[in-house]
Every structure is written in C-alpha cells, then in structure tokens.
C-alpha cells in the first residue's frame, strides 16, 4: 500500500509540474510528425546563395522562426506576473520600434545607397523607441491603474499609424547586406544568427533572475500588491518596469524580423505576434492572472507554437486558419487551468484512489 | 481623487476626438455660433471686441461658402500601408482630391469589408456628392450601394469590382485581374519547360485580385498535364507568411521549379527564403519567380534577373475618376461604365532601366 501511495504521490507531482503540459504538447507534436513524416527532423548542412554554409530543416525553421517569438514571451511573462494583464500591443509596437531603426538607417531617403547611420545607432533608437512605447504603457497600467489590455488598446490601435507615419508611409529598404546578417545567417556561421539573438536574450534574463530581486518582487507584486507595498516594495515602479524591459524585448524582436526582408511594411509585420506571446505564457502553465511565474516553461511554450504553426504549415492547413486551431489550443489550456476543471479531476482521481484501495 | 481626474481626462480626450472625427458637425457648429454673433451685433452696439470676432465669425462663413462648391467626395480604400501598390494608388487618389482641384475629399481606409461598409454608411449620412470605392471583398456590397442610390449619390468603383447590380454604380475604373492572371500564366507557358512544379502564393482570399490571379493559373494547371501546384497556400499579401510557407516546401523536400507570387511582396519573401536555402532563383536558374504590381524594387530585382517576370497592375486611376466626375457634373452621360486599364506585363530578358523608372510605383 505505501508503495501504491508513493506511486500515486509520483504522478500527481508530475501531473501538477508547470512543466508537464508545455513537455506534454511537445511530445505530442513531435509524434504526430514522426508518424506523418520522419524526415522532418532531419538536418541537413547545404550552402546559401551567398555562398556560406548553412544547416536547414525543419526543427532548425522552428528555432529561427520562433526565436521573436521566445524574446517577447520573456517580457510578456514579466508583465503578466506583475500586472495580472497582458500587453496587446506588441506587434504595433515591433512596427515603431522597426520603423523608427529604418528611419535612422536610411535617413529621409526610403531607397539610400549606402547606410546613413551605423546599424549599432539604428538598433539602440529602436530600443529607446520600444521603451518609450513600454513606459508609455507602463505609465497607463501602474500609475493611472488602467486595466492592461485597455491600456495597451491604445497603441494596438494607433502603433502601426503611428509607425508609418515615422517614414512618411513610405517603405525604406535597406540597402547594406550586413544588415539582413540578423535575420539570416552570419557568413561561415551555418546557424540561423536568430538562434544566437535568442540564446543571448535568455542568458541575459536567467542572468538577472539569478542576480537581482526582479523576479521576486515581481512575483510578489502580482500575488499581493498592499502586502509587497507593506513589505517595502514600490509596486508600481514594478509594474511599470516589466512593461520597460518587454518594450526592450519588443525592440530585439523588431530588429530580427525588419533584418529578415531588409524592409518593412507597417500593415503586416508581426501581425498577430502579440495573441502568439500571451499564449506562449499561457502555455508554460502561467497563470494569466499573474503571481509565480516559470520563465522557462513560457519560453518553451513560444517555441511550442512555432513548433505548431511549422506542423500546421506542413500539414498543408491554409494559413488563415491557422488562428482557428491556435484558439482550440487556447480553450484546451483555459479548461484543463480552469480551478473548477482542476477541482473535479482532483476529487475523480482520490474516488479512483479509493476503489483501488477497496480491491486491494 | 485620482478617478476622477482620469475620468475628466478621458472625457477631454473623447470630446476631443469627437470634434476631430465629426469635422462637419464642427464647422456647422461655428456657422450657427457665427450667425448669432452676428445677430447679436444687430441689437447692440458695436464694441471693439465684438467687432473682432464678427470679422472672424465672417471669414470662416466665407470659407464655409467656398467649401459649399467643393465636389464632396467620400473615398473608402485599403490601407495604405498594406502594399507599395496601396501606398501610390493612395497618393494618386490623394494628388487629385483635395480643394486646389475643387474636391472635398474624405478618406477612409480599411482592409475588412465591414468595417469599409460602415465607412460607407457614414459617408452616405454625411451627404457626399460621389462615393469611391475599392472594395476588400467583393461580397457584400448590394444594400449599402443601394442606400447611397436612394440618396443621390452617385458610386464610382476604382482599383477592384465587386458582386453587385452594375446599376448600382455609374462606373468602374478597374484592372482586370484575370486578364493580369491571364498574362502571367501565357508567359509561363512561353517558357517551354518541361514539367512546371508551382509554389502558389496566393493574397487575402476572397479580394478580386487574388481570385483573378488564381482563376488563370488553376484553369491552366487543371488542363495541363506537366504543370502541377506543389503548394497553393495563402499568405494574405505578406511576405513574412510566403517566407515561412516556402521555408516549409523546403524543409519537406518538394521539388519545385516556379514561384507565382500574387504580389511582389510575397514574392520577396519566397526569395529570401531560397536564398537562405542555398536555391538559385532568376534567368536561367533553377526557380522561376514570378510577382505582380511592379514595385520599383522588384522591377530592379528583374534588371538584376534574380527575378523572372512581373505583371503590372496599374495603381493610378485619380485622372480617370476625375474625368467621368467632370463629366457628370457637366450633366453628360458616360458610354463606357467599365474601364480597364492598359497593364503591361515585364521579362526579366528584355526590360530596361527606362521601364522600371516609368513603371515602377
């Protein structure tokens, strides 16, 4: 019986693990692939049209391309955590920030031939821009207490106006090669450069995880706001400063995606990036009301939708509706979190336990 | 405290914002401020101050009269920044209508039906002389062009056609998209390979642009036996969605000899993702790529030959509008109510720098 006990103990610990769903999906698209096809985990070392060496594949598709992807589910898990509400606006605001990097790069000509700034000065515009439109946020939500996702309304209406009015609606293309080095691959590196951007961006958050209180005060912000202010910490200055730190993720992801075209169109870029971001969080098992937070299994769950839209592209599914299976993930995640749902598999699992117990 | 002070804010900003919004309502707001002003300077005696804002109130009737003669025009488009097709179409349309060539020109833009319908509602509230249109989708139309008949308001359809009565319109300056799909196709088939393997990008479903274009190529690919579609996959226009799509035609290993873009951004992306894939695209090489709407850029990309062909599609309709306006108002008749525009279609082999200068938008 104490071993039928530990046994139970054992999965009910796995079962309860933030991680268990995010790996769950994961082995389950893995599969569904293996079966359909396997040779869509092979890799494969070829040559690019410039002349470099460069791996392809699909697991390596998945990683390039949702490399955007896991840089905003850092930022985005932050703001949820502290605020309790998401940012909306982040796919308007990856225009600004994309918009204003070009606007420094090509100067007021939209076709230049050469660069007129150093790509260094476009990239840090673009982060004072994604912070600015961060702060901007940040203001409305911790110091006006506006719900999240009204606050941020305002730029997810206004981001891509406001991000073609920067270059007087006109669409500059960037004229250095180097610069689309962000987006593609460095020459004799055959890894997609996305891939580094990615993993330089985690290192840098497990780096501050590990060394500052962020992730504490931000977790306890989100928990309890009177108790944390009790205990010395500025809440609002909290809040206001994740919604700062996913303005600067907003803006690294901008320079990947303006990098991979060298040009910009306002109307589409990152288009739906946002509801993307707030479900890589969800998907890491995070409670979308904020409080404790897994930065890792959010991560894991951006690479997770990648993972899903790359199948469902393979699948030959018409990318329009892409969205519609993206949302039955998203009501799979809401019931299966639902404490009511949670309640109820809990109670079934100890009558099981009882019966088992009764025959034994 | 801070409520309230965040609700007389929002208040500022929504009335605020209403003013801007309703600009007619503003300026006859004024009219009827100007007029009792006026008649309040009748009864009593003329003081100084007063007398300065008479000769106010009395400049902005004036201005209210001038702008009694304007055409109204009531302009619903796609977003502008949606493509460099949008981008010149509007600032043709935006060359041509605006007071210095007598319009009163209002402008509304949307990429979805409903939304453009309700633009067209309000225009129709708002009593415009003409309403343009270039319609998101080509269902849809039939009660609201109704509504604007009732009222007198003459509808001008330009850039796409639409699933409707064509009383409802008194014309239609339009490109035809089939024949653009036509064009493209016959080239094709003038290539002379001997299997053709398509990666079919196609636009927004449903816009008249992306049926026509497809229309051409599905009839062919239907009734040749070499010529198969790998892959017919939406993009919406949008060169990141073609970049992955073709990415992941790639990583199946599908074999594949031509791109059929249904713009030129789209075919950007295909581009760049055959370029990362280390697959040689343009005259002579091993992927055939073909755009459409002759963006300056692409049009350089075919005098490079890293493309193969694009097809024209003619954004600059404003003179033809203007023209069937005058004639209206000049109380002619109009003989032709569609109009198809000329559209040229461009080989990477023979184009020159004096054609992506002219045609290039």
């Known amino acids: ?360 | 405290m801070k409520k309230k002070l965040l609700s007389v804010l929002l208040t500022g900003v929504v009335a605020a914002g209403m003013l801007a919004g309703c600009g007619q309502d503003a300026t006859a707001q004024a009219a009827a401020e100007a007029a009792a002003v006026s008649e309040a300077v009748d009864e009593a005696v003329a003081e100084a101050v007063v007398e300065e804002a008479v000769s106010e109130a009395v400049d902005e009737a004036v201005a209210e009269a001038a702008s009694g003669e304007l055409i109204k025009v009531g302009i619903i488009n796609n977003d502008p920044n949606e493509s460099g097709y949008r981008t010149a179409n509007d600032a043709d349309l935006k060359a041509m209508f605006n007071e210095e060539n007598g319009y009163d020109a209002s402008f509304a833009y949307s990429l979805k039906n409903d939304e453009q319908i309700a633009a067209a509602q309000k225009f129709i509230q708002d009593e415009v002389d003409y309403l343009l249109l270039s319609a998101a989708d080509t269902a849809g139309w039939d009660s609201v062009l109704q509504d604007a008949n009732d009222a007198g308001i003459s509808v001008i359809l330009f850039d796409r056609t639409i699933d409707a009565d064509p009383s409802l319109y008194v014309a239609s300056i339009v490109s035809d998209m089939a024949k653009e799909g036509q064009n493209a196709v016959d080239w094709l088939a003038s290539q002379d390979l001997d299997e053709y393997n398509i990666i079919h990008l196609q636009g927004v479903m449903g816009s008249a642009a992306q049926q026509g274009r497809t229309g051409a190529l599905d009839e062919k690919a239907a009734a040749e036996d070499n010529w198969n579609i790998v892959k017919q996959q939406t993009a919406e226009w949008n060169a990141e969605k073609a970049q992955q799509i073709v990415q992941s035609v790639i990583d199946s290993g599908d074999k594949f000899n031509v791109i059929y873009a249904e713009n030129d951004d789209m075919a950007k992306g295909a581009v760049a993702a055959l370029d990362a894939a280390g697959i040689s695209h343009g005259v002579g090489k091993d992927v055939i790529v073909m755009g459409f709407d002759c963006n300056e850029w692409a049009l350089e990309e075919l005098l490079n030959g890293d493309w193969n062909f694009d097809q024209q599609c003619n954004p600059f309709q404003a003179s033809y509008i203007d023209e069937i306006i005058k004639k209206l108002e000049n109380g002619e008749t109009i003989d032709e109510k569609v109009i198809v525009m000329d559209e040229k279609g461009f080989d990477a082999s023979s184009i020159s720098q004096d054609d992506v200068d002219t045609y290039g938008i």
């Open chain 1, 1 to 360: 019986m104490s071993k039928d006990s530990a046994k139970g103990g054992f999965w009910r610990k796995l079962v309860s693990h933030q991680l268990f769903i995010p790996l769950v999906a994961l082995i389950l698209l893995a599969v569904i692939n293996l079966i359909h096809d396997p040779s869509f985990f092979k890799i494969t070392l070829g040559t690019n049209n410039a002349g470099y060496p460069a791996l392809s594949g699909s697991l390596i598709t998945i990683l390039d391309y949702g490399s955007e992807l896991a840089i905003l589910a850092i930022g985005m898990t932050l703001v949820t955590a502290a605020s309790g509400g998401q940012d909306i606006s982040v796919g308007a605001t990856i225009a600004i920030a994309g918009s204003a990097m070009l606007r420094v790069l090509c100067g007021s000509n939209s076709r230049p031939d050469t660069l007129a700034a150093p790509i260094i000065v476009g990239f840090i515009v673009a982060c004072l821009a994604g912070m600015a439109c961060g702060a901007f946020n940040g203001m409305l939500v911790a110091y006006f207490k506006i719900q999240p996702m009204i606050a941020t309304l305002i730029l997810f209406t206004a981001g891509r106006s406001i991000a073609a009015w920067i270059n007087n609606n006109e669409l500059p293309i960037v004229p250095d090669p180097k610069f689309g080095y962000f987006g593609g691959f460095i020459p004799g590196v055959p890894i997609p450069t996305t891939v580094f951007i990615a993993a330089a961006c985690i290192v840098v958050i497990a780096l501050v995880l590990r060394f500052t209180n962020l992730g504490l005060y931000t977790q306890a912000v989100g928990i309890n706001e009177s108790s944390s202010r009790l205990n010395g910490i500025n809440p609002n200055f909290i809040k206001f400063i994740t919604f700062v730190i996913l303005g600067l993720c907003v803006a690294v992801a901008a320079l990947i995606k303006v990098s991979r075209l060298s040009t910009i169109n306002y109307s589409v870029i990152a288009k739906d990036i946002e509801m993307d971001a707030i479900l890589a969080v969800a998907l890491g098992g995070n409670s979308l009301a904020g409080g404790k937070f897994n930065m890792w299994a959010s991560i894991l769950g951006a690479y997770i939708i990648q993972f899903l839209t790359t199948t469902l592209y393979k699948f030959n599914v018409s990318s329009d509706a892409l969205a519609a299976y993206k949302a039955i993930v998203v009501i799979i995640l809401v019931v299966v979190s639902a404490p009511v749902f949670r309640d109820w598999i809990s109670q079934f699992a100890k009558r099981f336990a009882k019966t088992q117990k009764e025959v034994g």
